[in-house]
């Protein structure tokens, strides 16, 4: 045998350390990291506090679409446990007692998708069962707190329910249940017609309230007992403390958008019968919940007096004997169930968020966001008075209770999400550690705070993401990245685009310009009828202070934004010569196209005092397009085809069209299938891609980096980094 030299041994022991070492060394994050991300959505904790189920999302193998699985964890601590085996499983609910546990599934025929089910899975062990067959499906299950039956909402009408029956009979010639041809045009009545990510709606499918008895025992499917019929929707569903009625939201009205918002909260019998009127609000009801005792009902809602862009959400309580009711944040001037954007948020089964009862009735918790941050707050019941519950500089979107502790899902500027275990009077437990794995091997950090004034005197808050790599005194390229809304407010969560961009080198510099949220009433209503406007100048002024503080070479500036903030990103380049390269996303161009395209109405008052045919001249001046004459700044569009929020014809399209006429170096990248939400919840590659080319445009304008995708002749495979 041949003898093996110690130089070769010590060698490869050399080499082995070497490689461990470089293996082991973080590297900054890319944009494919994506498809590694776990988000972790939908908590649910069970009555005794002991246990949490939540949704675990994830890309599927092949990056086309996510994959939605249940997973359960101890309160107390150790690692989280799969619970089913499918890829579309999601709300999850527990049963009272905490031995079954429901939630939605969609499984496939033929490689199709079925319409969802409810199943119910024995947490002592054994495989799920399902429980409903609905034609078009079942959602938003809801056990009844004496866990005898669940109630949850559908589609399926009666002509639904025939043929189903007539194709369940087994000597039946199925072919006689359809007609011989379903027809698949659209007759259109209505001025909502749409919806962004779901296409047309169709009226005669209302969503109405079922339940379907439970038994432990026999496991099997039951016919389910429909509790609402007519022509309007319902939602919010809420059990009654005793099983007896089901508490439920509707606005009955075949066509709101004539009038101010408006909404009522009914009740119907657990064994059926009449709806019954509870209360009417003049607003928006976003979510009910009953007390404990079930004496009172709370709710989460926004008047419409007086018209305003901006309204914040108020926390109310009414008596259901006698109907006295109470607003509880009529002088908090918070953004009451408000959040923080960001691209962290799960893209599925993104739960509900309510307002909390506690088991005693005296108090009630929900998500409160200020300044760029969201931490549960907790309200008395009567006087209103605030206790915080949890604090810091993070987001929390999703949490459920058990009347005294919490589960609570919380994001931060390098932290994705996780769950947390907030108990009362002790600081919150980490429960989940769904992407540490891979973040270990990741250099993030977290923005720097930045406060700074506007040409006005007002005080205009800020986040700036420097490169992980940032050397004090070297002046980089900026991008200036502007948020949508307008109503909405960056903050302190986890943002893969932010920390992407100043990963290849950026300063990125995300602003909460007035018109922000969490910054109180005042602060976000100031733009109504005035923008875009001031917050133009709140954007450049948050620039100037980066370019006096040293961190910014002002002749590689670019500037982008999506929706509201494409919409500015367009007035931007309309307005100044400044930046060497804009990126504009799923925007608005012409705001009178808009307001004849766009899945919803403004009717009302709200942004614009007139329809544009009896005002065209403040549509006009309100419009960047009106302003393409004096763009001489290289522009890029990112555009979702399915996009009826700002459809790509009242926006980046007719942009594109004026430049290329003008001969301004102009593209626009246009997503198959790809709705407003291409950059939250659409297809992983498709949102890999998108931040791909952002980067590669602002590569070309800003630091040279020479590519060829946007081309007049493109090549035949792009050469996208």
């Keep these: 045998m041949r003898k093996r030299s110690p130089y070769n041994s010590v060698l490869a022991c050399l080499l082995f350390l070497c490689a461990s070492l470089v293996q082991a060394q973080p590297r900054t994050i890319a944009e494919k990291d994506l498809f590694q991300f776990r988000w972790v959505s939908d908590p649910q904790l069970t009555r005794d506090g002991a246990e949490a189920a939540y949704v675990s999302v994830a890309a599927d193998e092949k990056q086309a679409d996510y994959e939605t699985s249940l997973w359960q964890v101890s309160t107390r601590g150790g690692e989280p446990r799969r619970l089913t085996s499918g890829k579309r499983d999601f709300s999850p609910r527990w049963s009272p007692d905490g031995k079954f546990l429901a939630f939605v599934r969609v499984t496939e025929k033929d490689g199709k998708p079925l319409p969802p089910q409810i199943f119910v899975l024995p947490m002592t062990g054994g495989e799920a069962w399902q429980l409903t067959n609905m034609p078009k499906g079942a959602a938003q299950p809801k056990w009844s707190p004496d866990g005898k039956a669940i109630a949850f909402l559908s589609t399926s009408n009666d002509q639904d329910l025939a043929v189903a029956a007539c194709e369940a009979q087994k000597d039946t010639d199925h072919g006689k249940c359809r007609p011989a041809h379903e027809s698949d045009v659209h007759v259109v009545t209505r001025a909502v017609y749409r919806l962004n990510n779901v296409g047309f709606l169709d009226f005669s499918r209302p969503a109405h309230i079922w339940t379907v008895a439970f038994n432990a025992d026999a496991q099997t499917s039951v016919i389910p007992k429909q509790l609402t019929r007519g ?279 995300y602003p909460n310009p007035r018109g922000s949220t969490t910054y109180g009433e005042k602060f976000g209503n100031v733009i109504q009828y005035k923008y875009p406007g001031d917050d133009y100048k709140d954007l450049l002024a948050g620039v100037d202070e980066l370019i006096r503080a040293g961190y910014v070479d002002e002749k590689r500036m670019g500037v982008t934004g999506g929706s509201g903030g494409g919409l500015l990103t367009n007035w931007v380049i309309g307005h100044t010569d400044r930046f060497a390269a804009a990126v504009s996303q799923r925007d608005i161009a012409d705001w009178a196209a808009w307001w004849y395209a766009a899945d919803f109405t403004f009717f009302q008052g709200n942004w614009f005092r007139k329809p544009p045919f009896e005002d065209p001249k403040d549509y006009a001046e309100r419009s960047p397009i009106s302003y393409i004459n004096k763009v001489k700044t290289p522009t890029l569009f990112i555009l979702g085809e399915a996009d009826s929020r700002t459809p790509m014809e009242a926006g980046g399209e007719q942009m594109f069209r004026a430049l290329k006429f003008r001969k301004i170096p102009t593209a626009f990248v246009s997503f198959p299938g790809e709705s407003h939400d291409l950059s939250r919840s659409g297809k992983p590659w498709h949102r890999v891609e998108r931040l791909q080319h952002i980067i590669n445009w602002f590569d070309l304008y800003l630091q040279g980096k020479a590519t060829h995708a946007y081309d007049v002749v493109p090549p035949a495979v792009s050469d996208l980094r």
Aim: glycine share 10%; aromatic share 10%; proline share 5%.
């Design 231 to 509: 022509e309007f929707n319902e939602g919010g569903i809420e059990w009654a403390p005793d099983s007896a009625k089901i508490y439920f939201v509707s606005d009955r009205d075949s066509e709101p958008y004539y009038q101010l918002a408006k909404s009522a909260i009914y009740s119907v019998a657990a064994t059926g019968g009449e709806s019954v009127e509870v209360a009417r609000f003049a607003g928006q009801v976003t979510a009910i919940s009953v007390s404990p005792q079930g004496d009172r009902l709370a709710l989460l809602g926004t008047e419409s007096m007086p018209v305003q862009s901006h309204r914040k959400h108020d926390l109310w309580v009414i008596e259901l004997s006698g109907g006295k009711r109470t607003n509880l944040t009529a002088h908090y001037d918070r953004d009451i169930g408000g959040g923080i954007i960001n691209d962290s948020e799960s893209p599925r089964a993104s739960g509900e968020t309510r307002p909390v009862w506690a088991s005693d009735g005296q108090s009630l918790t929900l998500v409160v966001a200020r300044e760029g941050r969201s931490n549960l707050e907790r309200f008395d019941a009567r006087s209103g008075a605030v206790t915080m519950v949890t604090s810091g500089d993070q987001a929390i979107s999703q949490f459920a209770s058990n009347g005294r502790d919490f589960v609570a899902r919380i994001s931060t500027p390098t932290q994705l999400n996780d769950l947390y275990w907030v108990a009362t009077g002790a600081a919150p437990k980490q429960l989940t550690h769904v992407n540490d794995k891979l973040f270990a091997g990741l250099t993030l950090t977290a923005p720097k705070d930045l406060w700074y004034k506007s040409f006005d005197g007002q005080k205009i808050h800020a986040l700036v993401q420097l490169p992980p790599d940032y050397v004090a005194g070297k002046k980089y390229p900026l991008i200036l990245n502007i948020h949508g809304g307008p109503h909405a407010a960056y903050g302190y969560a986890f943002f893969h685009e932010m920390q992407w961009m100043a990963a290849k080198g950026y300063v990125v510099l």
